[in-house]
Nanobody
Framework: QLQLVESGGGLVQPGGSLRLSCAASEFNLNHYAIAWFRQAPGKEREEVSCESISGRTATAADSVQGRFTLSRDSANHTIYLQMNNLKPEDTAVYYC?????????????WGKGVLVTVSS
């Protein structure tokens, strides 16, 4: 069964760091655009960062520029989101996703999400 499984979330103080992982064991990550989205309480889901299939192009929301880094380890079928200098407004459920076409298009596969809470 094709599935994505996120891990690494939790409670962190403002200014702290977390690394989210997304296990994609049944996927050849070289064939997909990869992305992280998030949904904060009472808000719509937003794209955090996306990398094209080729890996040559990456985008990130203005709110996370310079703080979050998306990466893929194709050999180990894992996607990462390194989050530094976390802020309370980063509190959300984070989802990893894979796309057949590319960034900016509907994603084909989604994880169930992992909660990140930034609070003192």
């Amino acid at each position: 069964q094709l599935q994505l499984v996120e891990s690494g979330g939790g409670l962190v103080q403002p200014g702290g760091s977390l690394r989210l992982s997304c296990a994609a064991s049944e996927f050849n990550l070289n064939h997909y655009a990869i992305a992280w989205f998030r949904q904060a309480p009472g808000k719509e889901r937003e794209e955090v960062s996306c990398e094209s299939i080729s890996g040559r192009t990456a985008t990130a929301a203005d709110s996370v520029q310079g703080r979050f880094t998306l990466s893929r380890d194709s050999a180990n079928h894992t996607i990462y989101l390194q989050m530094n200098n976390l802020k309370p407004e980063d509190t959300a459920v984070y989802y990893c996703a894979l796309g057949n076409i590319g960034c900016g298009y509907v994603m084909a596969y989604w994880g169930k999400g992992v909660l990140v809470t930034v609070s003192s």
